[in-house]
């Protein structure tokens, strides 16, 4: 792939339309920054030292813009692939809705309007990890990694997990053991996150040379390592319960977190034990196991902020 490879048909046949304002939001992966904004939230949320509303609203705000304009030129970089899979061909660029251009000036303006005000009106600090989360996700995950290598989840997970971290630095104005926690936890359950996708959805990344797990290692090596992660995940999430210190969770986190991750290590061994029984096989337990994923780390974070406002 490269920059002045042209997109589909569709995209180059006709003049460009002025932009809509919904294709402009769909650039954005709404629905995956949900979760991304609801962790930074809860990561500023959790922290000990309070935050200004206002203030709070524009630490969350940034990180919205910034997380939104990375997912923006993740698009806008991979329009192509983007045109190969069925799962994505539908996005206003492979259409054709949208012109290039005016994607990446649109990306660019998010971006670079997030850090700065990050910096001008929280702290260098979280803008300057704000600015390093949007490189992570667009350029070393999306241009380097993820066409390279089947670890481009692994290490690229780093990217998704820096906005509790940015939270918590915009509350506190200083990064400790917690966020470095929280970040860790967001690490781990990546890979789960991401395989147990990618196991029902292979072809589309094997149609377009993504080098995804099942795809390079097959089915049987990406169900174990989806265990593996998923067995380290449940200490993880408990130890913020054990953390030294004021910034420790309480009970209602720990009693929360050993409960959701028992169920998502169940989800993996379902996941992660099986074969695929044929070609007919409706990959359920896949499918499942991806959707409790999303549910398990809005509640992971969720009891965090409610364990910090009612502690036991
Ligand atoms: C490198 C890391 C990650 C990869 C490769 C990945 C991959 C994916 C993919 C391919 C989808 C399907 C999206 C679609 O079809 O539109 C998805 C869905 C989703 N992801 Fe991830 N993900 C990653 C990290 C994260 C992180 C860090 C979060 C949030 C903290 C997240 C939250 C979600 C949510 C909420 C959905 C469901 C979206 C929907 O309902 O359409 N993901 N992810
Ligand atoms: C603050 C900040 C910059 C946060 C970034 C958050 C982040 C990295 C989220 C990753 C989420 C995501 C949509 C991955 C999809 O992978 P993909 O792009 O390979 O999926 P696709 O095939 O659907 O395009």
Same mark, same amino acid.
């Given at each position: 792939m490269t920059m002045t490879s042209p997109t589909p048909a569709a995209a180059t046949a006709n003049p460009p339309l002025p932009a809509d304002w919904r294709d402009l939001i769909a650039l954005t992966k709404p629905r995956v920054m949900s979760l991304v904004i609801f962790t930074g939230l809860c990561g500023l949320l959790a922290a000990p030292q309070h935050i200004h509303p206002v203030l709070g609203f524009t630490a969350i705000l940034c990180i919205a813009m910034g997380a939104g304009g990375a997912a923006a030129l993740n698009q806008w970089w991979e329009a192509d692939i983007d045109a190969g899979m069925k799962r994505t061909a539908q996005r206003p660029l492979p259409q054709g809705r949208l012109d290039r251009t005016t994607a990446r000036d649109f990306a660019g303006v998010l971006c670079a309007a997030s850090v700065f005000l990050m910096g001008v009106a929280i702290s260098w600090l979280a803008a300057a990890i704000l600015a390093i989360s949007i490189v992570y996700y667009a350029?070393?995950? /999306?241009?380097?990694?993820k066409p390279r290598t089947p670890q481009n989840i692994v290490i690229g997970g780093g990217a998704g997990a820096f906005p509790p971290l940015i939270g918590w630095v915009a509350a506190t104005g200083h990064i400790s053991a917690m966020p470095l926690v929280l970040f860790a936890i967001i690490f781990m359950w990546t890979p789960p996150h991401f395989w147990a996708l990618a196991l029902y959805v292979k072809t589309d990344y094997a149609k377009v040379g993504i080098p995804m797990m099942p795809v390079v290692a097959g089915e049987r090596s990406t169900r174990r390592q989806i265990l593996v992660y998923s067995i380290l995940l449940l200490p993880l999430s408990v130890l913020p319960w054990w953390? +030294?210190? @004021?910034?420790h969770a309480g009970a209602i986190y720990g009693v929360s977190a050993l409960a959701l991750s028992s169920i998502f290590l169940g989800f993996a061994i379902r996941v992660g034990l !099986?074969? !695929?029984?044929? +070609?007919? @096989? /409706?990959m359920k337990p896949e499918k499942q196991m991806f959707a409790y994923s999303i549910l398990y780390l809005f509640a992971l974070f969720a009891a965090l902020v409610v364990d910090r406002f009612i502690p036991l």
């Open positions: 350029v070393v995950y /999306t241009i380097w990694l953390l +030294p210190g @004021d910034e !099986r074969e !695929r029984t044929g +070609p007919d @096989d /409706t």
